[in-house]
Structure formats: structure tokens, C-alpha cells
């Protein structure tokens, strides 16, 4: 007699297992049921399947460590299922005779390989089909060679090919689960079988995923990526082989990891982009062009790290996008089909200011064109609208419409919405150049005069290579260094079709800022912005960690928000790292966090010293208010930017830049040596800062760009 033990993790249904037991039975098996589902309640029903025995497993782990306890919470439902029935006697001594196991559902798949492992000698099987099947041959072929299709490990050395093919999804889950990835060897053998010749690409593919998905279970991220991208390599199917690669990077930036074939998953999509493009399916263009620009611009890669490989060599980071036909064609300018109207004499001028959200730069903006005399002012907030919403952040119909040479349905969106706006407006300005600056540029500005404004953040994203800067007629940014940074990227603002380009500071109100300082504020360090990796505040901990050792007396105050871990895991990563160092410095008293304040001109009477500790920066606010109170600026020379012919060093005085925290800490002592000294050197930064970038002088600046056709 052969001997047929079924598992299930859940309520099998009865006529279903019914006939199943009936046909096993007609074929001379005996059939054992071993569930970890609650029996009482069908007990009646069970007893009437007919089957020669019936065990109920434990269905839970109550009686089990509270260790084994918490590691099940953070397992698979199917290895907890094994959790709470690898000890049960009964189970056992039947899974030793046993010649056929069955898994009828896959929370029980994990469970019957496990068994498998024990009983080498019995067919595994998911379901009844398979191991009815199993149990006609075993009739036929009394001793017969196994066939295990829940593949152990030995197998896939044997003939993976044969194994890999036609394997269940639930099977290759367990037989992928988190023990087998935890062994070196296990993990390597199931990698080497994702790259093995002749698997057809479709298995290739998915059993890379199965091995993937049971790497990042046993907590080998980077095995998981080179499982997905090592497959990739061996697929020539453009579209399989980019996605592959795609999910092989983006386990590696999940974790905060700068992934090691970046730059293979960016080619891969843009030689499918490239692909689509010439045959003219631009809808498949765009996604995959869209899908190239948002993994080379991704912001761990560039916003939430201390390092960019724009930074470090922008011309070589954009070579590799500069040889795609799709993204050159994206980037080609179109031009405006007449100029901007001159100035009206018969009326206010029609400003429109607008953005999406982020209003932070513009409440100075606001305040004065919506009260000038020589303006008729109206302020649109896209992220206000949900249509405008939309289109403004619709970065691959915005690449189908470039690669549709403007004749995708899109355009007819962007028209329909904005260009009432447009026919309004004397001159639009746009704050910050991401997404809406791409979107409004898809259509002809008609006579009206287009000024948008680039901060700093914007030279790490895709957003200005969507933008055609060519229907664009002044360009603003904050620093000169920002402007040589986004040319050396951009060759639309090199070439005869570039927009106008201005320098002008951020609207700040410094002159509010001057108020007298506090007994004890001359020892006190201060950072103003917290809240992204690229403030760097470690660095501020290091300078004042070595002032410490000189004189107990100096603190360091931390204005605004914490870092939000849910930005990302780079972000989460550095948080959890400068938690760790502030602990006994915030316990001891030498770093107070203020958090976040509407009044920071009060906060800086207690600030002697302002920092900035940024690894970049466009023209860091904080700093300049800082300056404006009379704290005495040190400045880190802003590695982003540094030994560039424009950089921290060119956009403030002599003197406030340094270039390591040794001698950031050595400014310090030498400018609080004394009282006098002290007040000195913050009067001089006072004054330069109000008498440079006072609102009062900056806004001449501004009615210049606005007013002036120039």
C-alpha cells in the first residue's frame, strides 16, 4: 500500500476532497490529513471524507519560545506554518512512510518541501492533479526514481533547465524561502541558475525574481540585485531584459544602496527607448525613456547622499544619455513662433506668478506685485487644481509629446488648461524648474514673456532635460555656481536658442533680523535647517566636538525640522547615525534642538556663530539670515562645489569658507578669542549681508526681469 499524507494551512473545500480521497483510495493508497486549520468546527464533515487518518497541527505557536515567537511574526505564512508543525510527533512518523506528500494550498508548499527533505526517497507535490499522477506512476514503476517537483538544491546542479521549467510560483517560493538564501550555498547555486544557457527567457525571468524575492527574505539585498541584473544580461528581449534590470537596481536603492549596475539598467532603457523610436511607437519610447531618466536621476542617488556622480563628473554622467537617439530628439528645442509683446503703455502690467506647492521663495514676491501700482497680479498654485495637478507632473506624456514632435493628446490637455493663462499674462514666472516648467514649455507661449527660476535641487533631477528652455526667455538662478553646474549639464543653455540668464538672490526680509544678542549667545554655535542629508549636520557635530575639547562653554543649536526617515532609506540611514551621536551630546547639554520656529529672527538672538555644514547648496538662506543677525558666518566649502570656478568661496566673503572642520573650529575660536572680536566680526556680516541681500535691494533686481523687456 502507498501511503498519501496530505497538508493544508487552510479549510480544504470537502467535495473537492472528497472525490480526491475516493480516486487515492480506488488506487490502493491510504490518505492521511495533517492540517494546521481548526478541525473541530468540520470535524463531522472530515470524519465522513474518508480518510484513514486525520491529525490537527498546531495552529498556533502559544507554546513556543517567545523568541521563536517573534521571528515567526517577521516570517512568510508559509515557513510559520512549518514553525508550528516541525516538532508534531504524529506528523513525523507519518512523514517517514509517507511515499507521495501533497500541498493543497501555498501556505502548506513550504512545509511538504520540508518534509521532502527528510523523506528523500517520497514524491512532493501542489495539488491533486499532480500527485495523482505521481501515484499512477509509482503503480506502474514499483521503486521508481522520485519526481520532486519542489527542487532541492541538488537538483539545480544536476539539470536546472529541466528543473527550473514549468515549476509552480508557489513551489519556487518555498524552494527559494529564507533557510536556503541564508546558506552561502544555497544562495549561490540558485544564483548560478538564473544565468545557466537555455532557459527560455520567460523562466529565466521569473525564476530570477523567485530568487530574488527569497535573497531579500534572508537579507541579501545586494544578492537579490545581482540574481535579477545577472539574469538580465542573458535575455535579448529589450523590453524583459530592461525590466529586469530595473528590478535588480531598484533593490539595491531600496536600501539606500548606490547600486553596482546602475549604468547597465540605464542602457538597457534607452536602447529599448531607442528601439521604440524608430519604429514610432512613442507611447513605449516615453516609458521606457521616462523609466531611464528617473533611475539616472534618482534621488538617492543624487539628493540623499553626501556624494553625486553629477557633482563628481557631470559631462561623463550625461554621456551615456547623450547617445540615445529618443533622448536627443527630447531634447531638441523648438523655439517660440514670435516674441514676447513690448510692455503695455495703456495699462498694469499682467504678472502671473505660479508654482506647484512650494511656495517658500515667493511670500516677499507675492507681497509686492500683489500691491505694485504698475501691476495687475494673479497667483496660481497647480497643486491647487487637480487637472493642473496632472499635467504638471506628467513626466512621461511630457517625453511622448518631445518624441511625438507635439502632436500627442497631451499638448491638447496643456493648451486647454494653461493657455487661458497665457492669453492673460503679460509675463509668467514660474518658480522652481521641475515638472510644471516641462509641461508649460510643450506648448507655443504665444506674446507672452516666460521667466522661470532654478534654485538648486532642480540640477539634480530629471526635470530640466524635459524642459524646452528655448520657449523659456529669462532664466533665473540663485548662485553663479548653480548656473555653470546646470550649462555644463544642459545643451540647450549653451547653444543660439538659450533663454536670458540673471543671478538673483532669494527674497529675504534681512534687515528684521537685526536685533541685539543674547549674554550667552557668543559661545553658541548655530545651524539653521536640519531636515535633508544634504545639510550634512554631522559635519557641525564634528566642529564643535573639537571647540569642546578647547573650551566647554560652546554649544551648538539646532533650528527646524528632523530628518524624515520616510523619505527614503539613504535618509533613514544618516538619521539613525546622527540620532546615535547627539544622545550624550543633547544629554550632556552641548547641542540644544530648538525644532522648528516661526519666529527665527528671535531664535538667532541666542546664535553667536551660524554654520553651514551643507554638502551643496544654491544660496543657503539660513546662512545669509544668520549673517544678517550678526552671528559670525563658517562656511564649509560646500563639496558639491568646490576648487569649480564658481563655489562657496566666490559667493561669500573672504574669510567665511573653510575647508575642513579643523578649521572651521579654528575661525570660531579665533573670532569669539573676545568679546570685542566677536561683536566686530559680526557687525561686518551684518552689514554686508543687509546692504546685499536685503529685499530692499534685491527687488530692483526682480522689477528689472518683471517690468523690462531688456
Known amino acids: 500500500m502507498t501511503d498519501v499524507l496530505l497538508i493544508a494551512t487552510s479549510r480544504p473545500q470537502l467535495g473537492v476532497l472528497t472525490d480526491s480521497v475516493r480516486t487515492f483510495r480506488d488506487r490502493g493508497a491510504n490518505v492521511y490529513l495533517a492540517g494546521t486549520f481548526r478541525m473541530a468546527p468540520i470535524a463531522e464533515e472530515?470524519?465522513?471524507?474518508?480518510?484513514?487518518?486525520?491529525?490537527?497541527?498546531?495552529?498556533?505557536?502559544?507554546?513556543?519560545?517567545?523568541?521563536?515567537?517573534?521571528?515567526?511574526?517577521?516570517?512568510?505564512?508559509?515557513?510559520?506554518?512549518?514553525?508550528?508543525?516541525?516538532?508534531?510527533?504524529?506528523?513525523?512518523?507519518?512523514?517517514?512512510?509517507?511515499?507521495?506528500?501533497?500541498?493543497?494550498?501555498?501556505?502548506?508548499?513550504?512545509?511538504?518541501?520540508?518534509?521532502?527533505?527528510?523523506?528523500?526517497?517520497?514524491?512532493?507535490?501542489?495539488?491533486?492533479?499532480?500527485?495523482?499522477?505521481?501515484?499512477?506512476?509509482?503503480?506502474?514503476?514499483?521503486?521508481?526514481?522520485?519526481?520532486?517537483?519542489?527542487?532541492?538544491?541538488?537538483?539545480?546542479?544536476?539539470?536546472?533547465?529541466?528543473?527550473?521549467?514549468?515549476?509552480?510560483?508557489?513551489?519556487?517560493?518555498?524552494?527559494?524561502?529564507?533557510?536556503?538564501?541564508?546558506?552561502?550555498?544555497?544562495?549561490?547555486?540558485?544564483?548560478?541558475?538564473?544565468?545557466?544557457?537555455?532557459?527560455?527567457?520567460?523562466?529565466?525571468?521569473?525564476?530570477?525574481?523567485?530568487?530574488?524575492?527569497?535573497?531579500?527574505?534572508?537579507?541579501?539585498?545586494?544578492?537579490?540585485?545581482?540574481?535579477?541584473?545577472?539574469?538580465?544580461?542573458?535575455?535579448?528581449?529589450?523590453?524583459?531584459?530592461?525590466?529586469?534590470?530595473?528590478?535588480?537596481?531598484?533593490?539595491e536603492i531600496a536600501k539606500g544602496i548606490s547600486p553596482r549596475d546602475l549604468g547597465k539598467a540605464v542602457d538597457a532603457h534607452l536602447l529599448h527607448a531607442d528601439e521604440r523610436y524608430a519604429k514610432g511607437d512613442h507611447e513605449a519610447a516615453s516609458e521606457a525613456l521616462n523609466r531611464a531618466l528617473s533611475l539616472h536621476f534618482h534621488r538617492v542617488l543624487h539628493i540623499d547622499q553626501l556624494s553625486s556622480p553629477i557633482a563628481e563628473d557631470a559631462q561623463k554622467f550625461m554621456a551615456r544619455l547623450r547617445r540615445s537617439e529618443a533622448f536627443r530628439a527630447v531634447s531638441r528645442p523648438r523655439g517660440r513662433k514670435q516674441p514676447p509683446a513690448p510692455v503695455p503703455a495703456d495699462r498694469p502690467l499682467r504678472l502671473l506668478v505660479t508654482t506647484s506647492a512650494n511656495v517658500n521663495f515667493l511670500h516677499h514676491i507675492l507681497a509686492r506685485y500683489g500691491n505694485h501700482p504698475q501691476v495687475e497680479f494673479r497667483f496660481l498654485d497647480l497643486a491647487a487644481q487637480r487637472q493642473l495637478k496632472q499635467i504638471a507632473w506628467a513626466g512621461r506624456r511630457v517625453l511622448e509629446d518631445r518624441l511625438a514632435d507635439g502632436t500627442s493628446t497631451y499638448q491638447a490637455d496643456v493648451e486647454r488648461l494653461m493657455r487661458p493663462h497665457l492669453d492673460w499674462a503679460d509675463v509668467v514666472f514660474l518658480d522652481w524648474s521641475v515638472g510644471p516648467a516641462a509641461m508649460l514649455t510643450t506648448i507655443d507661449p504665444g506674446d507672452t514673456k516666460i521667466v522661470v527660476r532654478l534654485h538648486s535641487y532642480e540640477a539634480f533631477t530629471r526635470w530640466p532635460h524635459m524642459t524646452d528652455f528655448s520657449r523659456i526667455d529669462d532664466l533665473v538662478f540663485v548662485a553663479p555656481h548653480v548656473q555653470d553646474l546646470v550649462k555644463s549639464l544642459v545643451p540647450q543653455l549653451r547653444g543660439d536658442d538659450a533663454p536670458r540668464m540673471h543671478i538673483l538672490d532669494n527674497a529675504m526680509e534681512l534687515s528684521g533680523f537685526v536685533r541685539p544678542k543674547s549674554a550667552e549667545a557668543r559661545f553658541n554655535l548655530g545651524l539653521i535647517g536640519v531636515s535633508q542629508v544634504a545639510k550634512d549636520p554631522l559635519w557641525a557635530v564634528d566642529v564643535l566636538k573639537r571647540l569642546r575639547k578647547q573650551d566647554e562653554r560652546y554649544r551648538l543649536l539646532l533650528v527646524g525640522n528632523d530628518m524624515d526617515p520616510k523619505t527614503s532609506r539613504a535618509t533613514k540611514d544618516y538619521r539613525k547615525q546622527f540620532e546615535k551621536e547627539l544622545e550624550p551630546l543633547v544629554e550632556s547639554g552641548a547641542v540644544v534642538r530648538l525644532g522648528p520656529t516661526d519666529d527665527v529672527p528671535a531664535a538667532l538672538t541666542d546664535i553667536g556663530v551660524i554654520l553651514s555644514s551643507s554638502v551643496r547648496e544654491g544660496c543657503h538662506v539660513g546662512l545669509m539670515e544668520g549673517a544678517a543677525s550678526a552671528a559670525v558666518p563658517v562656511v564649509r566649502d560646500w563639496p558639491f562645489y568646490s576648487g569649480q570656478a564658481n563655489s562657496a568661496r566666490t559667493l561669500y566673503p573672504k574669510g567665511w569658507v573653510v575647508a575642513s572642520p579643523e578649521e572651521a573650529a579654528e575661525r570660531v575660536l579665533e573670532v569669539t578669542a573676545t568679546e570685542s572680536a566677536w561683536e566686530s566680526a559680526g557687525r561686518a556680516a551684518s552689514d554686508h549681508a543687509v546692504s546685499t541681500w536685503d529685499w530692499s535691494v534685491v527687488q530692483n533686481h526682480f522689477d528689472e526681469v518683471f517690468l523690462d523687456r531688456g
Request: net charge positive; no cysteine.
Open 46 to 251: 472530515l470524519s465522513q471524507v474518508g480518510l484513514n487518518g486525520l491529525h490537527q497541527l498546531p495552529h498556533n505557536l502559544a507554546a513556543r519560545s517567545s523568541v521563536m515567537r517573534r521571528k515567526a511574526k517577521k516570517s512568510p505564512a508559509g515557513m510559520r506554518a512549518w514553525m508550528q508543525s516541525s516538532r508534531d510527533r504524529w506528523l513525523r512518523q507519518h512523514a517517514r512512510k509517507a511515499q507521495v506528500f501533497v500541498a493543497l494550498d501555498p501556505g502548506a508548499v513550504y512545509t511538504v518541501w520540508r518534509l521532502a527533505q527528510y523523506n528523500t526517497t517520497a514524491e512532493a507535490h501542489f495539488g491533486f492533479a499532480p500527485a495523482l499522477k505521481a501515484l499512477d506512476k509509482l503503480r506502474q514503476s514499483a521503486g521508481g526514481a522520485r519526481q520532486n517537483l519542489l527542487p532541492p538544491l541538488g537538483v539545480v546542479a544536476r539539470d536546472v533547465r529541466r528543473s527550473l521549467d514549468g515549476v509552480p510560483a508557489t513551489v519556487m517560493r518555498a524552494a527559494t524561502a529564507r533557510p536556503v538564501m541564508r546558506s552561502a550555498v544555497g544562495a549561490r547555486l540558485w544564483r548560478s541558475a538564473t544565468v545557466v544557457p537555455g532557459i527560455p527567457d520567460n523562466v529565466r525571468a521569473a525564476t530570477s525574481r523567485y530568487v530574488a524575492e527569497g535573497m531579500q527574505w534572508a537579507g541579501r539585498t545586494s544578492g537579490a540585485a545581482i540574481a535579477l541584473t545577472s539574469a538580465a544580461s542573458k535575455i535579448p528581449d529589450l523590453a524583459l531584459r530592461a525590466d529586469l534590470f530595473h528590478e535588480g537596481v531598484m533593490t
